[in-house]
């Protein structure tokens, strides 16, 4: 969440930050409602110190003294329950305004409305071509009978699949492929639980904006929820601890993710672009405020590394203020090519989020000076499996409906050079 002090004392600059967002919340009703809250809080300590010191009196009184006090006190009581009330409807209604103000915007974020907006900053190969006419991932799939998506419907329902055979294989080789890189750049290898409580949700910024597109495991019994990505218990991990980041504190980490895909379009619903249950390599990062924006361009540049040497094409995308999630300050993206689809599609991303999380979370360290301050968190997706996956298998496939296997995957998958 943003700093308050903030908001209070530069509200024109949060206003162009909701705008340039494309968002509606209208900030006057927020600072409205926050000096009622100032108000109230004033209110209630007065009330509250009165009705401390005359209970103190009262026993000490005379008997002739003591009716007209207790009479007194009665309105006291009664003013205050009245206040009392109405500050828990007026913090209610705060909470409710300032759980939707989003992070201010890093200075290079492109300005923009929606995603078509987006800003292509570089690309990495031209689109692959061919000598036939390319194949779409899942009809190879269902050539190689690897991919099953009508026995995942019978077995879980719509918008779910089992892999099978080689591309299981091919899936293990870029996990260790991408963990291998990671850990060779002091990334710590974590695996987290898929399953969080509400609270992981609220302070990483999943909550109160995206329920509708979280899972909630039997609800109000466990007040647990599937979560989307692992940056959700990684970055909950070091929940109100104070860190030591004289170097960032970084973890890859590989989960399978969950989401309910409400909306999506139904020409992504063949094969496995766009379902419910999928798996993710993330990296999540803690550090020093001063240092986010560095080792936000360290992140994404490791993503290009891993891709480049997929010799994948792809495009690298400066996400535009009106695309961006709240607590994300900037965000870049991978777009790689998809042959069949003939258009590029995200396969990775990575935030800057600021201290937006640590606030919730209460994630802090000390500086030099002692001062405590909060930390600086980031995330990167760095391999979607799924998307991955079809990258590969429509990149690299041929007319034989074999896929070759890319060189850097060979070491994980016994050297075979195609499946």
Not at 34 to 47: A, P, S, T, W, Y
Not at 262 to 288: N, P, T, Y
Not at 341 to 347: A, F, G, S
Request: proline share 4%.
């Amino acid at each position: 969440m943003l700093d308050i002090k903030i908001i209070r004392q530069n509200p024109e600059l949060v206003k162009d930050v909701i705008k340039k967002r494309n968002l509606t919340l209208d900030l006057d009703k927020f600072l409205e409602i926050d000096r009622e809250k100032l108000d109230l809080i004033i209110q209630v300590d007065e009330l509250r110190a009165i009705k401390n010191r005359v209970s103190k009196e009262i026993p000490s009184l005379s008997s002739e003294e003591r009716p007209a006090k207790i009479e007194e006190m009665k309105k006291v009581w009664e003013n205050l329950s009245l206040l009392e009330e109405r500050q828990k409807e007026v913090e209610s209604s705060w909470e409710a305004l300032y759980y939707q103000v989003p992070n201010l915007l890093d200075e290079t974020t492109a300005i923009w409305n929606t995603d078509e907006d987006n800003k292509v900053e570089s690309k990495f190969l031209e689109p692959s071509k061919f000598d036939f006419e390319p194949k779409a991932h899942y009809e190879l799939g269902e050539v190689k009978w690897w991919i099953d998506t009508e026995k995942g419907s019978e077995v879980s329902g719509a918008r779910f699949w089992y892999l099978k055979w080689d591309l299981v294989l091919l899936q293990f080789a870029l996990i260790n492929y991408a963990v291998s890189k990671l850990v060779s750049k002091w990334f710590n290898p974590i695996l987290p639980p898929v399953l969080v409580r509400e609270k992981a949700m609220f302070g990483t910024g999943f909550f109160p904006a995206w329920e509708d597109g979280i899972y909630s495991v039997n609800p109000w019994e466990d007040d647990l929820y599937l979560v989307g990505t692992s940056e959700v218990p990684v970055t909950s991990y070091h929940t109100w601890e104070t860190l030591d980041l004289e170097k960032p504190k970084m973890y890859v980490a590989y989960s399978s993710c969950f989401r309910r895909e409400a909306w999506s379009a139904w020409k992504d619903m063949r094969g496995i672009l766009r379902w419910h249950q999928f798996d993710k390599i993330e990296m999540v990062v803690f550090c020093k405020q001063d240092e986010s924006k560095k080792m936000h361009d360290f992140m994404i540049g490791l993503e290009e590394e891993i891709w480049q040497g997929l010799g994948i094409p792809y495009q690298k995308v400066n996400i535009c203020s009106g695309d961006l999630w709240n607590p994300a300050m900037k965000k870049y993206d991978l777009e790689a090519w998809m042959p069949w689809q003939n258009k590029y599609r995200e396969v990775t991303s990575c935030s800057n989020v600021w201290e937006y999380q640590s606030r919730r979370l209460g994630i802090k360290y000390k500086d030099s000076e002692g001062n405590s301050l909060y930390a600086h968190t980031l995330n990167g997706t760095v391999i979607a499996m799924s998307r991955c996956l079809i990258a590969i298998m429509e990149n690299y496939q041929t007319k034989d409906w074999d896929i070759i296997i890319p060189e850097v995957l060979r070491p994980f998958i016994w050297w075979k050079d195609k499946i």
